[in-house]
């Protein structure tokens, strides 16, 4: 924490002869050991320490799968299932970074949520939270870079779809698709390139990491109070205790929960979180019925695939890419958007009841994601059938009925008397998931554009604790509480 | 705010189960009767049945289906159906050697004149596969490319589920009737033609709850119906097109009959206990370390709660002074 004098004192000849020349032992100390972390922090502010060890699982199990993987058309697919057979281990290695990256994407999203939710986005925070964005980005990224590898039927096609979307961007877009692909379609020089990105991105993300934790380590954590750490030192004791051993154990704890989650995935239900589509190597000419990304990214494809209309020049193809980068891109601006001064939602009742609902938003856009678009979710009347045919005038006419029985009668009648004749379904009107993902993408975009700015001046927030140390102070369930000094 | 974060949680289970299904208009595959031995965090595979589903894929569905990702040695490894703690090593296995010898390949390394001979499999060999390509597949069935095998049961949403109830699930006897249409040809002749119906109101599969399926499925030439197959039959229903029934038509007709093979540990060969021990093989052959990652699945979350009890002991011994 900036203005926190550092209290570490070598004792060892060398540690004194390395700190005066390479102080890293100072650093590691100040960061990780004697850092002041407000006292108050709950278990959501535990995925941090539980992000960073998924960062690791993934590199460190992505390091050996490379040794073992061939990135050729050919060859990706046998080559997987080679790791999941004669690799000693390998079925643990890959099982553990597939579903890896399903863990790393949830935590991210609490993650997200906890910093949406306790205004951790807001001075002096913003670099840190924008830093947060870059690497939720550069994640999303990999995670498509990666599902492309093994190489089945998914993997194609998704990527055909992702890529086909950037082609949609107009002037560049074409010349991008050709540059990501190595060509003009998606073959062995894709599968190459994308191998090598993503044995790129990771370390880029571990990069942004460092700085996301500098940028952190500057102000100190936000707490659940949102009630900014004393900075005069009797203040500081009263609010903060040491990171080690305080959070070491609490984030240790959380972590191992976590892993216990993770681990039952990976040794008991390895693939329900995959598609079985991807089980099927890779065909360009069998489109699967439904192409669904994986459960992490649904509900951008539901924003992607809300908009089915055009705007003025703007065709419906080229404005759901704009909404889908869109809703990513809002996130780094808003800190900009929160006029509120207040940072924690227990003191603001009404952003609150927002906040639940954009969470509720952002699941019921996974559904609508993973769903058929034009699935009906709640049907407004029933089905009917249309019998079309030709009149004795030689028109087209039509004739709709409830019932299948006189449908089929006037069909064959008018086929016996030689007309041409057909029965078709029509389908009632319903509330489809379109119609959802649409009020939902409207309800995304106005959260930050329309509710956090405008309550920020009109909501009157409760009132704050006066520090940390009051706001502790009696909120602990033991009768008499000890001093905390 | 409590409901909000049980409506929200609901949600998200709901929409995770949602994202790793998506199958289209097929009914849902069902289990054999008495389930599956390998369900389960400590379900194991029943040796017996994949050893028998391993004669009935040699018998029956290696005519026109390969295995191309497993090897012969994979049946004596750890964990495989023909293993003996006897023979670590599985290519000393003299059963698996057996099994491999009675398959010839051609050979992928040229002799002494450069020519490729066929000679014996050996342990050490990829499965036999019926067709050299693809191409030579599609020209011997019609034009339908009868899928690898190696990961099917993980290439199908229900898994060893789906392959048993697809081979089971074809219409019986009863529910299949012809019919002769007399149509006049171009001459003047009348042309006679046969028709498959499938009544599919009368498939046992349909019997309880849905009466919707009253009329007939149209069966096209060379292709079979089959409730569990994904795909359309609206184009072929002769009935209300708002109840066409689920399913499709795939080319592979009806395999297994009662019989079919004379197991070698005399179990009655009926067309389940077929259908359920082939289901098993490929479960195996799917995953040939499941059993293993199972076990070591025990001890690892064992030792996770362990270490997670430790740390939470220690957590509050630590914090025990601290008003937090």
């Known amino acids: 924490m900036s203005g926190h004098p550092s209290t570490y004192e070598p004792k060892t000849g060398f540690t004194k002869w390395l700190d005066s020349r390479l102080p890293i032992v100072r650093l590691a100390y100040d960061s990780f050991v004697d850092f002041p972390t407000p006292k108050n922090l709950n278990y959501w502010y535990t995925f941090g320490g539980i992000l960073a060890v998924c960062l690791m699982t993934q590199i460190l199990t992505g390091v050996v799968l490379a040794m073992h993987y061939t990135p050729t058309v050919d060859g990706a697919f046998a080559s997987v299932e080679r790791i999941m057979r004669d690799v000693p281990f390998g079925w643990l290695i890959r099982y553990i970074h597939a579903n890896g990256a399903s863990m790393f994407f949830l935590a991210v999203y609490i993650h997200m949520f906890r910093g949406l939710y306790y205004g951790s986005y807001k001075a002096p925070r913003e670099i840190l939270w924008i830093l947060g964005c870059v690497i939720f980005f550069l994640m999303m990224g990999t995670a498509f870079l990666g599902y492309v590898l093994p190489w089945g039927q998914m993997s194609y096609h998704g990527a055909n779809v992702i890529t086909g979307l950037i082609g949609a961007l107009p002037v560049v877009g074409d010349s991008i698709k050709a540059w990501l692909m190595g060509g003009p379609s998606i073959g062995n020089q894709t599968i190459q390139r994308f191998f090598s990105l993503h044995y790129l991105l990771p370390f880029m993300i571990a990069g942004v990491v460092i700085l996301h934790i500098w940028a952190l380590h500057v102000p100190g954590n936000n707490n659940p109070t949102g009630v900014e750490a004393r900075k005069d030192p009797e203040g500081l004791k009263k609010d903060t205790v040491p990171f080690h051993p305080y959070y070491t154990v609490k984030d240790a704890f959380a972590i191992v929960v976590f892993l216990l989650i993770f681990a039952a995935f990976v040794f008991y239900m390895p693939n329900v979180l995959g598609h079985a589509d991807n089980y099927i190597e890779a065909n360009p000419l069998v489109t699967p019925a439904h192409i669904v990304p994986e459960w992490y990214l649904l509900p ?28 990513i891109a809002i996130l780094f601006v808003l800190p900009w958007l929160d006029t509120s001064k207040v940072k924690s939602m227990r003191y603001r009742p009404v952003a609150r009841q927002f906040f639940f609902g954009f969470v509720v938003a952002g699941l019921l856009l996974g559904w609508c994601g993973a769903s058929n678009p034009d699935d009906p979710i709640i049907p407004m009347g029933s089905d009917k059938l249309v019998v079309s045919y030709t009149d004795a005038n030689g028109n087209e006419a039509t004739q709709t009925y409830d019932e299948y029985e006189p449908a089929a009668t006037f069909r064959d009648q008018k086929v016996e008397e030689g007309v041409d004749a057909s029965i078709a379904v029509q389908k009632a009107p319903a509330f489809r998931f379109v119609h959802l993902a649409q009020i939902l993408t409207l309800y995304y975009f106005a959260y930050f554009l329309v509710i956090l700015p405008l309550l920020g001046l009109r909501e009157k927030p409760k009132d704050e604790p006066t520090s940390i140390h009051k706001a502790v102070l009696g909120s602990h369930d033991r009768a008499a509480p000890a001093p905390a000094e | 705010m409590k409901f909000m974060r049980f409506i929200s949680a609901g949600l998200g289970a709901a929409a995770l189960a949602l994202s790793a299904q998506a199958a289209g208009g097929a009914k849902h595959p069902h289990a054999p009767e008495g389930g599956w031995d390998f369900q389960g965090p400590l379900g194991e595979l029943d040796m017996d049945s994949v050893q028998r589903g391993y004669q009935v894929y040699r018998e029956v569905c290696a005519s026109c289906h390969s295995m191309r990702l497993l090897h012969y040695r994979n049946l004596g490894e750890p964990g495989g159906p023909f293993y003996d ?79 048993y109830s697809l081979l089971v699930g074809y219409p019986e006897e009863a529910a299949i009737a012809t019919d002769t249409i007399e149509t006049e040809g171009e001459d003047g002749e009348t042309v006679t033609e046969q028709q498959t119906l499938i009544e599919v109101g009368e498939m046992a599969v349909f019997e309880h709850g849905d009466s919707h399926y009253e009329g007939e499925l149209v069966q096209p030439v060379g292709q079979y119906y089959n409730p569990y197959f994904a795909g359309d039959t609206t184009p072929q229903w002769q009935g209300d097109p708002r109840h066409a029934p689920p399913g499709g038509f795939l080319a592979m007709p009806p395999q297994l009959t009662p019989g079919r093979v004379e197991y070698l540990d005399g179990t009655e060969a009926t067309v389940s206990q077929m259908a359920e021990d082939v289901a098993a093989f490929l479960q195996w052959a799917g995953e040939p370390k499941q059993t293993q990652r199972k076990s070591t699945g025990l001890a690892a979350m064992i030792y996770l709660a362990i270490l997670a009890v430790l740390l939470w002991f220690s957590f509050h011994r630590i914090w025990r002074k601290v008003d937090h």
Do not use: C, H, W
Not at chain 1, 303 to 316: H, Q, S, V, Y
């Open chain 1, 300 to 327: 951008f494809y539901a924003i992607l695939r809300a908009i089915t209309f055009d705007i003025g020049p703007i065709d419906a193809k080229l404005l759901g890419v704009i909404a889908m980068f869109g809703s």
């Open chain 2, 85 to 163: 703690p006897e023979y670590p090593n599985a290519n000393d296995n003299p059963l698996v050697k057996a099994f491999a010898a009675q398959d010839e390949i051609l050979s992928t390394e040229p002799n002494d004149v450069g020519d490729y001979d066929y000679r014996p499999a050996r342990t050490s060999d990829p499965f036999k596969s019926p067709y050299p390509n693809e191409q030579a597949a599609r020209a011997a069935n019609g034009g339908a490319y009868p899928p690898d095998l190696s990961v099917i049961t993980k290439a199908r949403a229900g898994g060893a589920s789906y392959i």
